[in-house]
């Protein structure tokens, strides 16, 4: 299976709510999303945003380069605040492992400020990449702009990974 979800707003979304798989593309080639047809590359728009994040850190980049030429810079990211009582898991019978809630926690945070970054229009376009749990952990956080800005996931653990190594993994998605 392949651990990258490629998407721009809700395909599945448009289809339960009555809509047609043209209308998905044209609302999404619209805002900038782009849809490629010839492979399986994952295409970012410049200004992309790629945050690679782990339970424990948070890496953010810029795609400076074209479409079809990427270039990730280092971002400036905003402070992470971890938040308690994530996923409605309060109680240690929940979840009994503390690190798991500590990095589940942080997730949710990572998730927190993303939401807010997206709803002030620092961002329009973004990719995660995030260690399995962890991604999981965030995508019960997303807010339905955020979802929306989504240009893909990729379920990997690159935190610590160089500017190439995360480059190479995007372009294979």
Not at 77 to 96: D, F, K
Not at 148 to 156: D, F, Q, S
């Amino acid at each position: 299976m392949n651990p990258a979800r490629v998407h721009g707003g809700s395909l599945s979304r448009e289809l339960r709510e009555g809509g047609s798989i043209a209308l998905w593309l044209a609302a999404n080639l619209d805002n900038g999303a782009k849809l490629n047809m010839s492979g399986n590359r994952m295409i970012l728009p410049t200004d992309t945003i790629v945050a690679v994040a782990d339970g424990e850190k948070l890496n953010l980049f810029r795609n400076v380069g074209t479409e079809t030429e990427m270039s990730l810079v280092a971002a400036p990211g905003e402070e992470v605040e971890s938040v308690s009582g994530s996923g409605g898991q309060n109680s240690s019978s929940a979840n009994p492992d503390q690190s798991r809630a500590e990095e589940d926690g942080f997730a949710s945070g990572i998730i927190e400020m993303l939401n807010a970054q997206v709803l002030t229009n620092k961002f329009s376009n973004i990719v995660i990449i995030a260690a399995p749990k962890t991604l999981g952990e965030m995508r019960k956080h997303y807010h339905k702009k955020l979802d929306e800005a989504l240009v893909g996931e990729i379920a990997k653990d690159l935190t610590g990974h160089s500017i190439a190594d995360i480059e190479k993994t995007i372009l294979a998605a």
